[in-house]
């Protein structure tokens, strides 16, 4: 079965960073667009970043852009998301996402097949 795996999630101070990777097994994992969404309580899943299937074209939600990166390996099938600049507004539960059937990205939720069981990060100001 489909599983994703994410993981490097933690506490840390504003301004701080972080690196979270999301290990895919059961799929062939260069057929997905893989995202990355978040969580905070009392809020609704939203978009962060996405990939395309090769690496090619990334595409990240106007409140990350320049301080986050998403990048995926696909010998490894983990994708990634570099945390940068991090600000308590940040702190969240993030979820990596696998789509299947999309275009070149993709960034609603509804368009993803496979999901994560997340990982908290939670900065400190």
């Known amino acids: 079965q489909v599983q994703l795996v994410e993981s490097g999630g933690g506490l840390v101070q504003a301004g701080g960073s972080l690196r979270l990777s999301c290990a895919a097994s059961?799929?062939?994992?260069?057929?997905?667009?893989m995202g990355w969404f978040r969580q905070a309580p009392g809020k609704e899943r939203e978009f962060v970043a996405t990939?395309?299937?090769?690496?090619?074209?990334?595409y990240l939600a106007d409140s990350v852009k320049g301080r986050f990166t998403i990048s995926r390996d696909n010998a490894k099938n983990t994708v990634y998301l570099d945390l940068n600049s991090l600000k308590p507004e940040d702190t969240a539960n993030y979820y990596c996402?696998?789509?299947?059937?999309?275009?070149?990205?993709?960034?609603?939720?509804?368009?993803?097949?496979?999901w994560g069981q997340g990982t908290q990060v939670t900065v400190s100001s």
């Open positions: 990939i395309s299937r090769n690496g090619g074209s990334t």
């Open positions: 059961g799929l062939t994992f260069d057929n997905y667009i």
């Open positions: 996402a696998a789509d299947r059937d999309g275009g070149r990205v993709a960034v609603q939720k509804y368009e993803y097949n496979y």
